[in-house]
Nanobody, 119 residues
Framework: QVQLVESGGGLVQPGGSLRLSCVAS????????MAWYRQAPGKQRELVAVITSGGGSSTNYAASVKGRFTISRDNAKNTVYLQMNSLKPEDTAVYFC???????????WGQGTQVTVSS
């Protein structure tokens, strides 16, 4: 099993940047595809970005964040990142890290980190 702990959230002005981190422990990190989701008040949780397992050669993004957010992983540090630039008020949400092991039914969620974009 893998445990996930997010950090890096906070309050930022529109147009600003934040980098979220998610540290994994308890299993072989590189075996997991990793993703960031977000959930705004009163809305469903939505996929923000995903990166494949192994070397992370493939990524995919929600249309609303494409060109502004970048997902990356460092397998040596068991960490996945979400670099968020040009933040907008509509990016305000709790951001969750998710791990999925391909070919299995196993997945895991972090506890979430709050991102607030406001002037």
């Amino acid at each position: 099993q893998v445990q996930l702990v997010e950090s890096g959230g906070g309050l930022v002005q529109p147009g600003g940047s934040l980098r979220l981190s998610c540290v994994a422990s308890g299993s072989i990190f590189r075996n997991y595809a990793m993703a960031w989701y977000r959930q705004a008040p009163g809305k469903q949780r939505e996929l923000v970005a995903v990166i494949t397992s192994g070397g992370g050669s493939s990524t995919n993004y929600a249309a609303s964040v494409k060109g502004r957010f970048t997902i990356s992983r460092d397998n040596a540090k068991n960490t996945v990142y979400l670099q968020m630039n040009s933040l907008k008020p509509e990016d305000t949400a709790v951001y969750f890290c998710h791990a999925d092991r391909p070919g299995t039914s196993y997945d895991s969620w972090g506890q979430g980190t709050q991102v607030t974009v406001s002037s």
